[in-house]
T-cell receptor
Framework: DAKTTQPTSMDCAEGRAANLPCNHS???????LYWYRQIHSQGPQYIIH???NNETNEMASLIITEDRKSSTLILPHATLRDTAVYYC??????????FGTGTRLTVIP | GAVVSQHPSRVICKSGTSVKIECRSL??????MFWYRQFPKQSLMLMAT?????????EQGVEKDKFLINHASLTLSTLTVTSAHPEDSSFYIC??????????????FGSGTRLTVV
């Protein structure tokens, strides 16, 4: 599965949109992008996934560039409970999920 | 839905003793479960893949005789840390994959077990 790179940390004001970038320049055509988050001392939680088209669900939106080399996870109205480490994972479904270092998002009151 | 229960949530044990951690899929059957380890401020590292009715597959560098995995049923996998040492202190997380009827890749994670060896 392709490697992804994310900023180490980000801050976001409560109530504002949090935009978390992810680069995946070597992503293969059959690799989906998955986003999980891990709140402190808990197991990872699935957020959203996509292949080529932008996706939206009740938690977030996923914006994927046309060349699929980068993407952005958007939390439209961040709350304090969104403070967590967010992982962007390229995954074909064939192997195990590989967690990189992720982005530590801190939502500030 | 897909719920994975992990027990205990935290445990403190003495050096040299063994500790068993349970991972249960509550509302689905999982032929495969996964065990991860996470040190402070680091990411999750896959330790092994637990296969129901057969031997677990361990990642490179993980001692199979130290981290015993048993997957005796379709809803239960156990990880036993044998002869624990302080360096085994970590956050252990299990995961099970439900192939259909769930969002995303189908991986559901337990809430983790914080092991402290004193």
């Amino acid at each position: 599965d392709a490697k992804t790179t994310q900023p180490t940390s980000m801050d976001c004001a409560e109530g504002r949109a949090a935009n978390l970038p992810c680069n995946h320049s070597t992503i293969g055509g059959n690799e989906y992008l998955y986003w999980y988050r891990q709140i402190h001392s808990q197991g990872p939680q699935y957020i959203i996934h996509g292949l080529k088209n932008n996706e939206t669900n009740e938690m977030a939106s996923l914006i994927i560039t046309e060349d699929r080399k980068s993407s952005t996870l958007i939390l439209p109205h961040a709350t304090l409970r969104d403070t967590a480490v967010y992982y962007c994972i390229a995954y074909t479904g064939a192997n195990n999920l590989f967690f990189g270092t992720g982005t530590r998002l801190t939502v500030i009151p | 839905g897909a719920v994975v229960s992990q027990h205990p949530s935290r445990v403190i044990c003495k050096s040299g003793t063994s500790v068993k951690i349970e991972c249960r899929s509550l509302d689905f059957q999982a032929t495969t479960m996964f065990w991860y380890r996470q040190f402070p401020k680091q990411s999750l590292m896959l330790m092994a893949t637990s296969n129901e009715g057969s031997k677990a597959t361990y990642e490179q560098g993980v001692e199979k005789d130290k981290f015993l995995i048993n997957h005796a049923s379709l809803t239960l996998s156990t990880l036993t840390v044998t002869s624990a040492h302080p360096e085994d202190s970590s956050f252990y997380i299990c995961s099970a994959r439900k192939q259909t009827g769930v969002k995303g890749a189908g991986y559901t994670f337990g809430s983790g077990t914080r092991l402290t060896v004193v």
